[in-house]
Structures are given as C-alpha cells and as structure tokens.
C-alpha cells in the first residue's frame, strides 16, 4: 500500500537515427536529442512507459515518459521537546497480563525485556503489536557474603565460604535454564560480561576455557560443598546438614515477577537436594530492594537473592564490572559494602575500573586472570544473558537500544510517538513502580525508576543506540589529549584526538577537597612538585546554554549547578561526602572514592560564559567520545548525578537535611543511622525537605558558601528557592530537571507516575529521529563435514544483513575457533576477506593434525564497526585419518 508521493516525470526526446539508405533513397533525418522534466503528484505502484513518434522535417523524435520516485522533502518540524504531551506510567508485574492490555488497546507500551517463549510468539503473531530486541539483561545469584555466623541471629551461612560460592558454579545447570526455563530465549552465562559484547568476542578464547572449567558438574559441586560444611563444624544428619543440633537453613529471596520465580525454586531444589533445608521468601521488587540491597547483611534475612540486571548502554568497555559487581568500589550499599576481596583480585580489578594499562596486550592478559580470580570469589554466579522483547502497540514509534530495549534506554523520552501525531497522551506499564526512594545523588539503582530519571533529565552527551558511542547533546564540542602510545581511539567528528608527549597539570587546577573550610585544594597545594596526567580533556558548551536551558521550575541553568556537581556529585560520590570532615560523610562512598582519586589529577573551569571545563586524569577510556562524556557527567561536569539530574538549590535541601541526620541520600547510611533515606517525590521525607525550603529560603542560603557563593549570587539564590516553593506548592514534590518530560505527580499507593511535556526544552522534537534498523551481521558457515587429519580445510563464512553482503569496510573483525572432540580450544585464528560478505576461515594442516578422530566444532564470530554486538555462528566436522 502507497501513500501519495512527489513523483517526477522525466520526459526525454531522443532523435534515434535512420538506417543508412540505398544511394536512390531519400536523405536521412537529422538526429536532435532533447531532455526534459516536469514535476507531478502521483500514486503510482509501478513504472509506465509511453512512447510516441512525432514526425518533423528532417527530423525523428521519440519522446519517453517515464515516471521516476522522488524522496519528498519533509515539512520542518516546529514541535521543540517531546513529541508526546502526557505519559501515564502504571505498575503491571505480569506480562502475560500485560500483553493482554497491549492487545486491547489498555497500554501502549509494556516497560520491559520479556523472555518468555511463549509470550514471545504470542506477540510475533499479533497484528496490532510491534516490538523491539534486545540483548542487555541478565541473571545471577546474589550471595551474602557474610559470616560465618550471622552476627543478627547466630545461625550459620555457608555462602561466607568462598569455595563454596565457587562450587554454586558447578552446581546449577545453565543450559536448562536457558533452555527449559527460559525456552530458548536465553545463552548460558559464566562471567561478569554480555555474551553480545565485543569484549566476549575479542576474549572468546580464555572465556571458552572458564565456561569448560565450570561447566555443571553436580558431584564436584557435592564434594566440595560437603568438604567445606564439615570445616565449619556442620554434620550431616540423615541426609540434612545440621549446625549445633539444628538444621542448616538457607534463604532464597525469590523474585516473582519474571522467570527468576522459576529460577529460585530450581536453585532452592538443588539445594535440597544436596542437603540444606530451604526458606523461599517469594518478593516482588519493592518489597526485596529494603533487604537485600538496602538491609543490613549482617542480620541475616537472605542467603541468595535472585538478582536480574540490564546493561543500559551498549558497552566499549566492561572491564569496570568486576570492581562494580565483586568488590567495596561497585555501590555504596551495605552488600557491598560486606564483600572482603583477594588483594590481587581487588588490585586487578581496580586497575581496569580505572583503565590502569598501556596497551590492549596488556589489558587482555589482566581481564584473563581477573576472570580466574573472579570465580574464585563469586560474589555472585552468573546464570544467563536473556534475549528480550520489548512490546508495543503497532502505531508506537520509539527508538529502542540494542541492549537496553525501551525501559532502559536513555533515547526513549526523545523519540517516544505514534505514527503520523504529534501531541496526545500514552500508558506505559512497567513491572514496578516508584522502587525505592529517589534523589539524585544516592537514590534508588532500579531500572524501573531509572526510566524516569532518564525521561525527566537532560545529559551532556546521549549514547548511540546501536554502537554505545556518545553524541553530543547538550556539550558542543571536545578536545581529548592522550599521552603518546596510549590505545585510543575516535569515530565521530564532535570530538578531537591528539596524541602528545608529556601532559603538565596546571598548578591552579582543583584536585582535591577541604571539607571543613569548604573549598578546593590546587594542584599546587597539594604537589608543589608538579604533576602530570595520562589524559587531559576539554569539554566546550554552546555560547547560549543559560539562556536556552532551564529547569522544570523556570530557574535558568547556571554554572553555579556544575560547581554543585563537583562538590556532590563526580562519580557518584563528589568530594565531600567521603570527607570525615563534612557534615554529611557517609563512609560507604570512601572505597569508591580512594579508586576515583587514585586517577583523578584536576579540573579547571577555564571559561564561566562560554563554559569551558578542563579536565585532567589518568583514566582514559579506548574510545575518546566516551572520555569527552560519560553519562553522569564524567568528564563532562554536566549535573546528571548518578541517579538523576539535580539542580544546586534542590541539592541543597538535600545537603541540609542530611547535614541535620534528618533523612539521608544513601541507602546504606539511612540503614546505619536508622533514619528515612530521603526521597523527592514521595513519602513521610518530603516534609523535611519543606522544612529545609523554608529554612534555605528565609536565610538565603548557599550550600558550601566559601566555593560556591563565588559562582552563585544572592539573587540567583532568592529566586531560585522561590520557584521551587511554587513548584512544590503546585506539584507537591522536589524533583526537577531540565529534560523534555517533567514529573507531574507520583502516586506511590495506586502505582502510577505521569509525566508532562517540558514546555521550555529547546531541541527540536526530530533531533534524534536519525536512528534507523541496527545492521547486526547475520552469519553463516559452510564448508566441509569432513577433514583428513593434518590437511588443510577451508570454510566459507557469509556475512551479511537483511540478504545483502556486509561491506567488508564495515567489519572490524571476523575471528574462528576450532574446538576438539572433547570441547577443549585448540586453535584461535583470523579469517580473510574474500569480498563484501565473504571471508574464509582457513584451518590449518598444523591445526587438523592436533585432532584425533572424531567430532569437532568450527566456531566464527563476527565483529562489526556499525553494531557493537558480535554475530556468531559454527559447524561440525569429522576428522579421520
């Protein structure tokens, strides 16, 4: 079916010459060729062809019409901000009940990456359903490292033993629950990375040797686990293992809402199995975040929490995910805060946080031995990557991430419409809703409700959905500076690489904090003997940000909000919280904060208007666009806090409530100190942040007075508060932002939030409309079935997408493995490109001739420049003598 198109009609006089006559004939015309081309409006479905011949004197001409497709040239678009007026989002745990809603119209968009076989063809088969794939989310086991013995009720955790956290490893089957729990829809997962990322592709080798190393193994697991039962004093009393005369009990906290139910129960039945007596503590979301994530360990109300987690954006690099999700530097909640490492192990794994390496050799001989190490301790054990679904109503648009899906992309709140309307209003439904408690700077970690810090912030730069690489989005331009011999690299324009010998840190630069006098220490002060830095950057921003962007209570940005930023909130911990001298020190940011400092060398405003930041370290990232701007503002300095954008005169009444011990920004703080964690949307802490309103209000205050009053006026500071009165007088709440949705209103009780369109967002609506289909490669493998032992064989391998060849230009890499009859590696090799989506995979005489007879396996894996998500494909062969 067409829609009416600009079509063009190409009319061409083309004189065609007579035969040469006999001498006795008469003369033959001149030939005159003519073109001509005349615009029409047409519904056409094919091309028409009408010839007609025109005698003239002396001359043939034969006119062609020909009717031609013209891309129409769209209408600009005048809509700024969102494409949509209201979004209503409602809690809906079920997907199967979810997709019922989407079928009859009840919702527009389901939230989340479903992974169930059935549901899956359920909505492939729907018409009036459309949805998108993605590759991000995962499951693990959680365990509570603590022990031996809670300390909160005296019985025995087995899971505080390392060994036997490693042996959970042998233990679970991963590929029935790929298989038979997930049907299908889910790979096996051993290690702390996507199996969809290029840093399993480019390690495939030395993950392929951890996976056969931990592959199940029931009796192994057995043995172990009963060796190190009986070291700490349990027996086994007909068939159950006892402790001091009772029962060795072992908590699962189960989550309901997805397949982890299914998983729980089939963990706490291997258990059983071996031994344990089990608790399955069956929880939703909001009800297992205030214990395992927000509780104290040590009171030991789990053993096992059924973890689930989503990558939100398309990883260049995940060597920072053994310091996130094994040690003290990962999150300042009280879990982690309980891990105890391996010195070499946290060394290692603070080394590729910080990217401690000079060159990719280097670094790939430490993620090897981080990842032997990292199974050793296993804080947690990995189960599966989930290939999810993310459904929506037909008529939806939305640019989707290949990883993150809908519920977690940063790009959704941009692009979010239906087909062919601007304006209106859409329901959303998401498994849960208002988690945990919000603010920007320690507040809730769920997925869910980092959905709508995403819909209500703006950042500096914006990940693209297929790559992972940044675009600019409120930053205009950088400049990164590396130190010679450094691997980094640049795709995209907005950013400029240099490489230079030697980078001299200003002595006038910021390094560090005094948080009882409430200002920055100089380079110079702190090393009068000079320093230096691996990487410098420069981040420059438009010469109109404050005039263009305001925040959702109509104060104009200024750079009194990045200064803010530094104080508060610089890798989601700034540089005064983890300061024994500040008046809100929360221990639970140090770990993190001794890692960021171990890199960090100074930063420079060198311009207030324009605003231009100089930034100064020795963690550099591979790629320069995500060293010009991460996400929450490093190097950046843009105020998206870790979780959420934050304004300085909101953060204030944060400052002050926490500075009072009245309610506190962390989880793990509010635990210790037995107060509320302070949420600004929600719940009993939003009346202590009117009190601190009326308090800033009244005083004129300026948090962090001797810095930021040099960048901060009295005025700045009177109106400010006086718009936030009257935000929260109309709103009833103290959450702003300066993205393109603001939040409405929250209802915690009925299970909905409803977002607004921003009104003073200055991008246009069609900004990043840009994102097409991802080109992910589609990978076939031919070639023999049978290979003579120590002859040469060649494998044919295709490569390309929605049936056409995959540029060769395109391909970063095309790599094979070639695994013996008994799975072990015995070959890692490099194909060759034969043509646009053709390369061949050689196997050497040298290689076949280490096989013995029997069945083995081919395995290629394709590294495209356009997606950041590897292909793979394999084959079987026999060799023989």
């Known amino acids: 079916m067409f829609s009416n198109k600009k079509w063009m009609t190409l009319i061409a006089l083309v004189a065609m010459a007579a035969m040469i006559l006999p001498a006795c004939a008469p003369p033959a015309p001149k030939v005159v060729e003519v073109i001509k081309e005349v615009p029409v409006e047409k519904e056409v479905v094919k091309t028409v062809v009408v010839e007609k011949e025109v005698p003239v004197e002396k001359e043939v001409v034969k006119e062609v019409e020909k009717e031609v497709l013209v891309t129409p040239t769209p209408a600009p678009v005048v809509r700024k901000g969102a494409w949509l007026d209201t979004i209503v989002v409602v809690e809906e745990p079920s997907d199967d009940a979810a997709v019922s809603r989407l079928e009859v119209g009840d919702i527009d968009v389901y939230a989340y990456a479903i992974a169930k076989s059935v549901l899956a063809q359920r909505i492939e088969a729907a018409p009036a359903l459309a949805f ?9 086991l959680s365990f509570n490292p603590v022990g031996p013995v809670f300390p909160g009720t005296g019985k025995l955790n087995p899971f505080s033993v390392p060994a036997i ?3 959970m490893n042998w233990l679970v089957d991963r590929e029935f629950i790929a298989q038979e729990l997930y049907g299908g829809m889910a790979v096996p997962r051993w290690v702390p990375f996507n199996k969809a990322s290029n ?35 349990a027996e086994l009393v007909g068939g159950k293992w006892h402790y001091q005369g009772e029962p060795v009990e072992i908590i699962l906290l189960i989550r309901t809402e997805d397949t982890r139910l299914q998983i729980g129960d089939y963990v706490a039945t291997l258990l059983e199995d071996i031994g344990f007596t089990t608790v399955r503590d069956y929880k939703k979301a909001a009800e297992a975040s205030p214990i395992w994530m927000g509780g104290d360990p040590a009171a030991g109300l789990f053993h096992i929490y059924t973890g689930g987690w989503i990558t939100t954006v398309i990883p260049r690099d995940l060597g920072g995910n053994f310091a996130y999700f094994y040690t003290d530097m990962g999150l300042a909640r009280p879990l982690w805060q309980a891990y105890v490492n391996d010195p070499e192990f946290y060394e290692l794994a603070e080394r590729l946080d910080n990217n401690d390496f000079k060159t990719l050799d280097e670094r790939r001989e430490m993620m090897g031995r981080t990842l032997e190490l990292a199974l050793k301790e296993s804080q947690r054990v990995w189960l599966t990557d989930r290939a999810g679904m993310s459904p929506r109503r037909a008529e939806v648009v939305v640019a989707a991430d290949l990883y993150a ?5 940063w790009i959704w709140p941009y692009t979010l419409r239906r087909e062919g309307e601007v304006g209106g209003s859409m329901k959303i439904a998401m498994p849960s809703i208002l988690t945990a408690p919000w603010n920007p700077v320690d507040g809730s970690n769920w997925v869910y409700d980092h959905f709508f810090y995403r819909g209500t912030g703006d950042t500096a730069v914006l990940p693209d959905p297929h790559t992972g690489l940044r675009w600019p989005q409120r930053v205009e331009r950088a400049e990164v500076f590396v130190q010679e011999g450094l691997p980094v690299g640049r795709t995209l324009d907005w950013v400029s690489l240099e490489f230079v010998p030697k980078i001299t840190v200003p002595a006038d630069a910021w390094a560090d904090w005094d948080a009882a006098e409430q200002r920055f220490i100089t380079v110079g002060e702190l090393h009068p003997e000079g320093q230096t830095a691996l990487m410098r950057v420069v981040v420059h921003y438009p010469a109109d940000l404050y005039d263009t962007v305001k925040w959702h209570d109509g104060s104009p940005f200024s750079v009194g909000d990045v200064v803010m930023f530094m104080i508060l909130g610089i890798n989601g ?42 930034s100064y370290t ?5 790629d320069a666009e995500v060293s010009a701007g991460g996400l929450v503002g490093v190097w950046s300095w843009w105020p998206y806090y870790q979780r959420g954008q934050g304004a300085w005169h909101t953060m204030a009444l944060g400052v002050l409530a926490d500075g009072k011990g009245e309610a506190v920004f962390s989880e793990s703080k509010a635990t210790k100190l037995e107060v509320e964690q302070m949420s600004y949307v929600s719940g009993p802490t939003l009346a202590i942040l009117k009190a601190q309103l009326d308090e800033a209000k009244a005083e004129g205050y300026i948090p962090y007075g001797p810095t930021l009053g040099q960048f901060v006026t009295e005025k700045e500071a009177t109106t400010r508060y006086a718009n936030l009165a009257e935000w929260h007088r109309t709103r009833g709440h103290f959450w702003i932002g300066s993205g393109v949705f603001y939040l409405e209103r929250a209802f915690p009780v009925e299970g909905m939030v409803v977002m607004s369109r921003n009104p003073d967002y200055p991008d246009s609506a069609d900004k990043w409309e840009r994102f097409a289909a991802a080109a992910l490669a589609e990978v076939e493998v031919d070639g023999p079935a049978r290979v003579s032992i120590g002859a040469e064989a060649t494998y044919d391998v295709f490569v390309t ?13 095309v790599r094979f493995l070639v695994f013996d009859a008994a799975g072990e590696l015995v070959h890692v090799g490099e194909a060759k490109a034969v043509a646009d989506g053709h390369w061949q995979a050689v196997v050497g005489a040298d290689v076949s001739g280490k096989l013995a007879a029997g069945s083995n396996r081919l395995e290629v894996i394709v590294i495209s420049k356009r997606v950041a998500l590897p292909s793979f494909d394999s084959t079987l062969f026999v060799t023989a003598p």
């Open 618 to 622: 020795d963690a550099f990232d591979l």
């Open 165 to 167: 956290r490693e042996a």
């Open 199 to 233: 840093d399993y592709a480019k390690l495939a080798d030395v993950v392929r040797k951890v996976e056969l190393t931990y592959a199940h193994d029931k009796e192994r697991a057995t043995a172990v686990i009963s060796a190190e039962m009986e070291k700490l004093g």
């Open 405 to 409: 899906g809908v519920y977690g992309s």
């Open 801 to 813: 997408f929605e049936g056409e060849p995959y540029p060769v230009a395109d391909i970063d890499e």
């Open 132 to 140: 998108d794939r993605s590759f991000g989310s995962y499951d693990e």
């Open 573 to 614: 911990h700034g540089f005064d919280r983890p300061k024994e001298e500040s008046a809100i020190y929360d221990e639970a940011t140090v770990p993190a904060f001794k890692s960021f400092m171990g890199h960090f060398k100074g930063v420079r405003i060198l311009s207030t208007n324009p605003l231009v930041i100089e």
